[in-house]
Each structure stands twice: as C-alpha cells, then as structure tokens.
T-cell receptor
Framework: NAGVTQTPKFRILKIGQSMTLQCTQD?????MYWYRQDPGMGLKLIYY???????DKGEVPNGYNVSRSTTEDFPLRLELAAPSQTSVYFC????????????FGEGSRLTVL | DAKTTQPTSMDCAEGRAANLPCNHSTISGNEYVYWYRQIHSQGPQYIIHGLKNNETNEMASLIITEDRKSSTLILPHATLRDTAVYYC????????????FGQGTRLTINP
C-alpha cells in the first residue's frame, strides 16, 4: 500500500494563479482531510470529507475548494492564490469517524510570490 | 473541546524514558486524549489514544490521571529518531474527524 500520496511536493505560484493539489489514498478510507501548516505552527483543518460526494468546511476554508467524486481522491483547489496561502499542505485519511487515527501524506510545500 | 497545555520544548537523553506531559483540566467525560508526533517536516503520525484507562502499544504508553485532568505520554527507550514535535489533542470521539493540532512539545533526544 502506498498510503496517502500527495502531488506535487513543491510548487511556486504567482499571485492570482490557480492550482490543484492532488491527494489519493489506497486504503479505502471513507474520511479524508486537508490541513495547512504555517512555519512554527500547528496544523489547521481546511476541509474534510466523510465520503464520496460529501465535503465540509474546517477552520480555514476561505480561498480553497474541494471535491470528492471517488473514495480514493480528494483534490484541493486554490483559486486566485495569495501570499497568505504560502504554507505546507497535508492530506490525510482515516477509516472512520470514531477512530481518531489519521494517516497523513508527506505534504505539499506551496509558495505564492 | 477542552484546551490542552504542553511545554514548548523538552530534552531527553538517548536510551532514557521520555515523559511528555499534557494538561487538559477542562476535559469532559466523553473526550478522548490523542497523541500524534511530527518528525521534521513530515506529516503527523498517530501514536496512541485513550479515554481513562492507561494504554500501551508498540510505540508508547499513555498514562491518564484518575481525575483525567492531565496525561503523560511515555516513550520507554527514546532514540534519536524520536526527536519530533508531539501533539496532545483532546476530542470527543464522535468529532474525531476534526482534530485540532496546537503547537505541541518539541522533544529533542540527545546522544
């Protein structure tokens, strides 16, 4: 099992550009999440999904969009990138609501200039 | 959700037990204590969780006080690879999908 795979690992964007961070998992987990981590800080939840076709906002959803058309994939879309979105983005999955055990990807480091 | 308080940083000698404290004095009866760690800039890794009984797995032990207002994560024989930021999170199990990560404790294992 590859676990949770994120692409790209690094990306530099110009202000106003758009891009999609890809996340896929091969563990057949229903729950998937996107977090961001700013330097020296903890993780903040952007969006999460409890299953295909269902998404919900986390703490910091502004400036982002997500979709969940399959169990495996949970892409994060950035529209009109801003310097405040410079961060490391982590995708995670978990097998169910009650477990509390999340499996994280290796992260995608995004810089907006 | 209950607030947690952890020391900003700790040091421990290699081979010794590392004891990481977490204060959660406002924890309610149905809230679990979760521990994660983040090595360098990798994604966080789940370690262990518990409600009121002490728990042990292959990575660590979790000791929760009888009043549940604090807990300690124990790494029994710390190695250099245990150097990481350790996060203590308190959450109702039904909302475990929205874990909130604070700033954690930066644990440094010294040779």
């Amino acid at each position: 099992n590859a676990g949770v795979t994120q692409t790209p690992k690094f990306r530099i964007l110009k202000i106003g550009q758009s891009m999609t961070l890809q996340c896929t998992q091969d563990m057949n987990h229903n729950y998937m999440y996107w977090y961001r981590q700013d330097p020296g800080m903890g993780l903040k939840l952007i969006y999460y999904s409890v299953g295909a076709g269902i998404t919900d906002k986390g703490e910091v959803p502004n400036g982002y969009n997500v979709s969940r058309s399959t169990t495996e994939d949970f892409p994060l879309r950035l529209e009109l990138a801003a310097p405040s979105q410079t961060s490391v983005y982590f995708c995670a999955s978990s097998p169910g609501q009650r477990t509390g055990e999340l499996f994280f990807g290796e992260g995608s480091r995004l810089t907006v200039l | 959700d209950a607030k947690t308080t952890q020391p900003t940083s700790m040091d421990c000698a290699e081979g010794r037990a590392a004891n990481l404290p977490c204060n959660h004095s406002t924890i309610s009866g149905n809230e679990y204590v979760y521990w994660y760690r983040q090595i360098h800039s990798q994604g966080p890794q789940y370690i262990i969780h518990g409600l009121k009984n002490n728990e042990t797995n292959e990575m660590a032990s979790l000791i929760i006080t009888e009043d549940r207002k604090s807990s300690t994560l124990i790494l029994p024989h710390a190695t250099l690879r245990d150097t990481a930021v350790y996060y203590c999170i308190v959450r109702v199990r039904e909302r475990a999908q929205k874990l909130v990560f604070g700033q954690g404790t930066r644990l440094t294992i010294n040779p």
